[in-house]
């Protein structure tokens, strides 16, 4: 019984270790993200150790017979797996690495492939995603509250939870109102949202 009690100890301090490890590894990846400066003539990549790589032009290539990557200045290849976002002069995109899905996305329409795009910017961030649901492609949508690195995916009571301090955008979004479309609803939210947060500040 005495050599049972240590040992049970021993096991329970290598599980505590091991959780805060990965705990660690997934912190670091969400800080990263998280220190990204945006601006809309800069081009850069983010590179998976968190550092980042300054480039003139920054360009989507693709092709029957070419593996998606981007193209720094016209002659540098920039690899999809070597990067977890960049911005050229049409967007700003996060890779799959951070992004909370199950879905496999491996379709390049205006993105590398599995990189959700950041469709819209505020107190709270809206990204989209291309994937193909075995008939054509969707759109899959992600969440950001504030620039807290946490990217998360779309539900219903998800995007509730994070409208409920603003009563014009829950009362919108909870409605019955006729949008043509599911991700015009939750992007008018959004924007009704972000416009309340930029009135509070002022």
Known sequence: MKTIIPAVASLLCAAILLNSCAAGKN?????QVKNVAEGPASCFVQLNDGSFRQFTTLKLVKGILTTPHLLGDDKVVINA???????????????????TSTKSANVSVETLPGFAVKVLSGKLNVYCRKYYNGAS?????????????????????VL?????ED???????NSKAKESSKSKKILAAVQIYNAGQMMTKN
């Open 27 to 31: 912190s670091i990846t969400l800080n």
């Open 81 to 99: 797996k070597d990067i977890i976002a960049y911005q050229n002069t049409r967007h700003y995109a996060v890779s799959s690495k951070i992004l």
């Open 137 to 157: 492609t969707s759109d899959e949508y992600f969440l950001q509250n504030g620039s807290d690195g946490y990217i998360v995916s779309y539900s219903k009571e």
């Open 160 to 164: 509730k939870n994070m409208l409920k």
């Open 167 to 173: 009563a014009k955008a829950s009362e919108y979004f």
